[in-house]
T-cell receptor, first 116, second 113 residues
Framework: EPEVTQTPSHQVTQMGQEVILRCVPI?????FYWYRQILGQKVEFLVSFYNNEISEKSEIFDDQFSVERPDGSNFTLKIRSTKLEDSAMYFC??????????????FGPGTRLTVT | KNQVEQSPQSLIILEGKNCTLQ??????????LRWYKQDTGRGPVSLTIMTFSENTKSNGRYTATLDADTKQSSLHITASQLSDSASYICVVISTDSWGKFQFGAGTQVVVTP
């Protein structure tokens, strides 16, 4: 069964460094998403991406963040100048459609980012 | 502000028993409501998706209900199993923000032998 994959599973970085989290969405999907979940808190939407551009973004997704689909398979989240409060689990998700109200959204296993 | 509120925050049930989780939302205009199961350290997995016109939907031992008039949903787990121990998350999508999923905080369910 197709699945969303994410690498690395765990990333440790020093405050102020840049990190890139990678995701491979399901191959025939067109919509991609990033979420984060701070330990013990709820899942928070960061950004959705379609047709090589951002569809929607939350207040969290400021200039520190950027997303890119560098090739036909990868979808990346870049966090510049990481802060301690960026420590969280980051989930990538993909779906085949957006405006179809019953489309399934599939989540990856997550990347745990630890900023020290 | 669009919100999704879940209750209880956590519950403990004996294996084999039933339980019901609640979700109230203020998201508008409403498109659909989803229930996800999230095991510790893993990504959420979809259980059900319900649109405005659907009142009940089942997925095995999970049954979700939706009352779009009162903006309430419930998830009923029948004959719980140890593997049901997880966080159950209610997610609501607005037609105004198709790509922006509004997550509830989840209900942490612990099933004990």
């Amino acid at each position: 069964e197709p699945e969303v994959t994410q690498t690395p599973s765990h990333q440790v970085t020093q405050m102020g460094q840049e990190v890139i989290l990678r995701c491979v969405p399901i191959s025939n999907h067109l919509y991609f998403y990033w979420y984060r979940q701070i330990l013990g808190q709820k899942v928070e939407f960061l950004v959705s991406f379609y047709n090589n551009e951002i569809s929607e973004k939350s207040e969290i997704f400021d200039d520190q963040f950027s997303v890119e689909r560098p090739d036909g398979s990868n979808f990346t989240l870049k966090i510049r100048s990481t802060k301690l409060e960026d420590s969280a689990m980051y989930f990538c998700a993909s779906s085949a459609a957006l405006r179809d109200s019953v489309n399934e959204q599939y989540f990856g296993p997550g990347t745990r980012l630890t900023v020290t | 502000k669009n919100q999704v509120e879940q209750s209880p925050q956590s519950l403990i049930i004996l294996e084999g028993k039933n339980c019901t989780l609640q979700c109230n939302y203020t998201v508008s205009p409403f498109s659909n409501l989803r229930w996800y199961k999230q095991d510790t350290g893993r990504g959420p997995v979809s259980l059900t998706i319900m649109t405005f016109s659907e009142n009940t939907k089942s997925n095995g031992r999970y049954t979700a209900t939706l009352d779009a008039d009162t903006k309430q949903s419930s998830l009923h787990i029948t004959a719980s199993q140890l593997s049901d121990s997880a966080s159950y998350i209610c997610v609501v999508i607005s037609t105004d923000s198709w790509g922006k999923f509004q997550f509830g905080a989840g209900t942490q369910v612990v099933v004990t032998p």
